[in-house]
């Protein structure tokens, strides 16, 4: 009965949230059609994705910790939007940006296979290497451009202001579509990597091939990891709050809860991507919000933690 009220409430305060996200402040259709609409998609299926491979790398690496940008592909994404836009492709950014998290992800999981062997100690050490990397790259394409740096820090602050040609929308609709098919895909692998928090020899005597489960899980999370920055920049915390906040409301079932946590995802950042536009009398980036509101759930979560 409290989970059914909990749920209610959540409902009617999305309802709410929606209308006034598309609604404050203007009274034209085709503002709110041409650009809230495609906005509150945009966020919806950002923080969609960064909450749900959140919570399904905290449970493949055991760690707390662990989210979507974890393994460096935030940075090869953006640097492949940057480097588009300092070129002055700006309708080609998403394409440079998906392309950029296609490359980072062929290096990462070359190196964590480096030596014959792979483990999840070499997967994440492998993501920073690459991350570092990439983000030094960034800071040199940032020295050499600084008549845009406007536009880039758009990049690494996150920005959900894009702006879609009518060609522009029809691809973010498939992509969205094709998106959401690959998250349902990712909640259906919930159980199997649960199972490997036990260990690989549990895993494997349960008949899972973890090796096989492994590979299937990281293309999958870079691709759509790859997806949110090409489109909207780097947002962090979404991916390590909602599915701390999530872990702390709801108990038990994985898959459950992985759904519910990229549904969570997707208000907040919905919420902070309203808060970013009102809140001043210019827009902010919308990466600051979540960080505002990231850092302070993290203390609370570290004074709490026995």
Not at 184 to 207: E, H, K, P, R
Not at 236 to 263: D, E
């Amino acid at each position: 009965m409290n989970k059914k009220f909990l749920i209610l409430l959540i409902l009617i305060f999305v309802i709410i949230l929606v209308y006034f996200y598309l609604n404050f402040g203007t009274s034209s259709k085709h503002i709110i059609l041409s650009v809230r609409l495609p906005r509150i998609l945009l966020a919806f299926l950002t923080g969609f994705i960064l909450a749900g491979v959140g919570f399904s790398f905290q449970i493949m690496l055991n760690n707390p910790l662990a989210e979507p940008y974890i393994l460096g592909i935030s940075s090869g994404a953006a640097l492949g939007s940057i480097l588009a836009g300092v070129m002055g492709l700006y309708l080609f950014m998403p394409v440079f940006g998906f392309a950029g998290a296609i490359l980072t992800m062929i290096l990462v999981w070359f190196l964590s296979h480096l030596g014959g062997f792979f483990n999840n100690t070499k997967l994440l050490l492998s993501g920073i290497i690459v991350g570092m990397f990439f983000s030094a790259f960034i800071s040199l394409v940032m020295y050499f451009n600084q008549q845009d740096i406007g536009n880039i820090i758009n990049v690494l602050m996150g920005n959900l202001g894009h702006i879609f040609s009518n060609t522009e929308w029809k691809i973010f609709l498939g992509v969205f579509s094709i998106s959401i098919l690959l998250m349902l895909y990712l909640f259906s692998l919930s159980n199997q990597l649960t199972i490997l928090t036990t260990g690989d020899l549990v895993a494997t005597s349960l008949g899972i091939d973890i090796i096989k489960l492994r590979r299937k899980f990281f293309v999958i999370s870079s691709l759509l990891t790859g997806i949110t920055v090409a489109y909207a920049g780097i947002i962090g915390f979404v991916g390590l709050v909602v599915p701390h906040l999530i872990r702390m409301i709801l108990k038990g079932n994985k898959r459950f809860s992985m759904v519910f946590s990229a549904f969570g995802g997707a208000v907040l950042l919905i919420f902070c991507d309203f808060l970013a536009m009102h809140i001043a009398v210019i827009e902010l980036p919308v990466g600051v919000i979540t960080a505002f509101i990231g850092c302070p759930f993290f203390v609370f979560i570290m004074t709490k933690s026995k």
